[in-house]
Structure formats: structure tokens, C-alpha cells
């Protein structure tokens, strides 16, 4: 039975990460309007939902999948987008109602419930940006620019969106609340760095393409600690290449930036290592 729950949340899951990125795409090709930033609201409530579902699993001893569900990013227009949003709410509507009548767990089922009540909202929002997108006009600023530049901001967006899924994968499966905590914390750190390279992307005239490599899935602390930190200073070390050969300012600015940011996770979680081998 809880095997059972813990699939279906796990679907859940799936479908909430899929929207997230869905959305995140969408907010971040238009630019820096309003309607972005109501997007990116709405991808950050699904990253709560992520969260919410991801903890009750583990709760039931389960483990939280890292799959993608599937995204609509087709479309040829900001209109047509908003329209492929309110398909994805409805599909997941659809799943929350289906999931809600198999689990029987009050716990769960009050939690899935809160969730599609946010979904049936962000439908009616979907729906409303597409009627304003017609309206206004609004565009996709995504250019074809695939020089140099261009490739080191999508490989720092590779990079962030792989750490985000580890450092919240480590978070979930820890055992130690400071490690937990912290693990979120750094997740958060990395979901902005993404942000950050994607809207310099876009501003620069590129297209981010938000995709991720292997994701390392230690369960021990010690393990995720050490696959981390040597995570960390990989790229700390490789963002500081980048921006010593980059004779664009803002870009080098940004990079040496989220650098340090990557430096101080390595010794905070150094700290934390060293600390976890004394336990
Ligand atoms: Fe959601
Ligand atoms: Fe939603
Ligand atoms: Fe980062």
C-alpha cells in the first residue's frame, strides 16, 4: 500500500518538475516584463509542491525520482505557450484528482488536495496570460547566438540545474538536520545562479537550453558530502577560466560572482564533512 502511495507521489512529482522547467523557459525567453515575473511565480509555487510531495515520500520511506514528467514547449507564439500552460495545469488537475480518490492516508490526501487548489488557480492564470499575450503582444527575445559566450552561459545552466536536483535529491535522503538544511539552502543558491546565466543569456541575444547531467544519488552523508564538494570546486575553478577569457564585462562580473558563491559552498560543506567524520 505505501509502495503504491509512493508511486503515485512520485508521478506527481514528475509532472510538478516538468512545469517548473516549462515555466521557467517561458518566463525567462520573455524578457523582464510582468507577466514573466508572474511566471516565475507560479514555477516557484510548483517548486513548493516538488518540495511538499517530495518530503511526505520520504516520510513513507520512499525516494524521490528524478525524472522529468512531460513538457509542452512547443509553440509559436507567447499566446500559444500560455495555452500549452493551461493543458499541463489540466493534465495535472486531472492526475491530482485521480490520486486523491486512490490514497486513503488523510495526511496525503489533505496535501494533494491543497495542491490541486493551487493548480485549478494557475489554470485561470494561464488562461488570462493568454488572452493579455494576444493583447500585448509580448515576445519571445530568444536570438540564435551560439558563439563562445553563449556556451559557457548554457554550460553554467547544464551545471546549475544538475546541482539544484542533487543538492535537493542529498536534502531529502539526509539524515542530519544541518546537512538537510543546508542542502536546501544550496539549492536555492543554485536555482538563482540558473535564473541569473539564463536571463544574461537571453539578454545576450541566446536561448537557454535547460537540461542537466548525471546526478549523483549517494544516500550516506559522508558520500553526497564528498561527491559535492568535489562538484564545487570543478566548477568554482572552471567559472573562473571562463571569466578570465571573456573580455565582456557583465559577463565576467556574473561569473566571478556565482564563482565565489561556488567557493563558499565548498567550504561550507567541507565543514560540514569534517564534522559528519567526527560523528
Ligand atoms: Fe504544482
Ligand atoms: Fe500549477
Ligand atoms: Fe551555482
Not at 515555466?23 to 517548486?47: D, F, P, Q, S
Not at 561569473?255 to 565565489?260: C, E, G
Not at 559552498?265 to 560523528?279: C, F, P, T, V, Y
Amino acid at each position: 500500500m505505501k509502495e503504491n502511495i509512493i508511486g503515485l507521489l512520485n508521478k506527481d512529482l514528475e509532472g510538478e518538475h516538468a512545469a517548473i522547467i516549462q515555466y521557467l523557459t517561458h518566463a525567462y525567453a520573455m524578457g523582464e516584463g510582468e507577466m514573466a515575473c508572474e511566471i516565475e511565480a507560479i514555477a516557484r509555487e510548483e517548486m513548493r509542491h516538488l518540495d511538499w510531495l517530495a518530503e511526505a515520500m520520504v516520510g513513507l520511506g520512499g525516494a524521490p525520482s528524478l525524472t522529468r514528467g512531460e513538457m509542452r514547449t512547443g509553440g509559436q507564439s507567447v499566446a500559444h505557450w500560455m495555452r500549452n500552460n493551461v493543458l499541463q495545469e489540466q493534465d495535472a488537475i486531472a492526475m491530482y484528482q485521480e490520486h486523491i480518490q486512490a490514497v486513503a492516508d488523510t495526511r496525503i490526501r489533505r496535501l494533494l488536495e491543497r495542491i490541486l487548489s493551487d493548480e485549478k488557480s494557475h489554470r485561470g492564470d494561464f488562461d488570462h496570460f493568454a488572452d493579455k499575450a494576444q493583447k500585448q503582444g509580448v515576445k519571445d527575445l530568444r536570438g540564435s547566438r551560439r558563439d563562445k559566450a553563449a556556451r559557457t552561459l548554457n554550460w553554467g545552466i547544464e551545471h546549475e540545474y544538475t546541482v539544484v536536483l542533487q543538492y535537493l535529491f542529498h536534502s531529502y535522503m539526509a539524515s542530519n538536520e544541518q546537512v538537510k538544511k543546508e542542502m536546501e539552502d544550496q539549492a536555492v543558491n543554485e536555482m538563482q545562479h540558473l535564473g541569473w546565466l539564463s536571463e544574461e543569456l537571453v539578454d545576450k541575444g541566446g536561448r537557454p537550453r535547460i537540461e542537466h547531467t548525471e546526478v549523483d544519488k549517494s544516500r550516506k552523508t559522508a558520500d553526497m558530502l564528498r561527491a559535492d564538494i568535489r562538484l564545487e570546486q570543478e566548477v568554482a575553478a572552471e567559472y573562473d577560466r571562463a571569466a578570465g577569457e571573456t573580455k565582456d564585462q557583465d559577463l565576467r562580473q556574473l561569473l566571478l560572482r556565482i564563482r565565489d558563491h561556488e567557493g563558499y559552498h565548498a567550504d561550507l560543506l567541507s565543514d560540514l564533512l569534517k564534522k559528519e567524520a567526527r560523528s
